[in-house]
Nanobody, 125 residues
């Protein structure tokens, strides 16, 4: 079982930046990591992923150009750099890991096997 711990959330003004971290208990290099977020009353939505092998980093169209996913395998940590934040980015942000090796789109929540507890990001206008 993989345990994930997110950190780095907080309150920021619109236009500001935050970097979220997700530390894993296992060895990340062989897993796919993903970031999701969930705003009050909304479904959990995909934000970004490291992709297979950690080299196919991509993010959802809604955050493209503002958010970046990266990973540090030596630290077993994945990051979500968020720039130019908007009030609509306010949500609880979750990291997740996929340990299954089968083909997947990597952009839906049911494709991930373990989840962190989430960290709150609030963007004020």
């Amino acid at each position: 079982q993989v345990q994930l711990v997110e950190s780095g959330g907080g309150l920021v003004q619109a236009g500001g930046s935050l970097r979220l971290s997700c530390a894993a208990s296992g060895t990340l290099s062989s897993y796919v990591m993903g970031w999701f977020r969930q705003a009050p009353g909304k479904e959990r939505e995909f934000v970004g992923t490291t992709g297979w092998g950690g080299t196919q980093l991509y993010v959802a169209d809604s955050v493209k150009g503002r958010f970046t996913v990266s990973r540090d395998n030596a630290k077993n940590t994945v990051y979500l750099q968020m720039n130019s934040l908007k009030p609509e980015d306010t949500a609880v942000y979750y990291c997740a890991v996929r340990v299954r090796k089968t083909i997947a789109t990597l952009s839906t929540r049911d494709e991930y096997d373990y989840w962190g507890q989430g960290t709150q990001v609030t963007v004020s206008s």
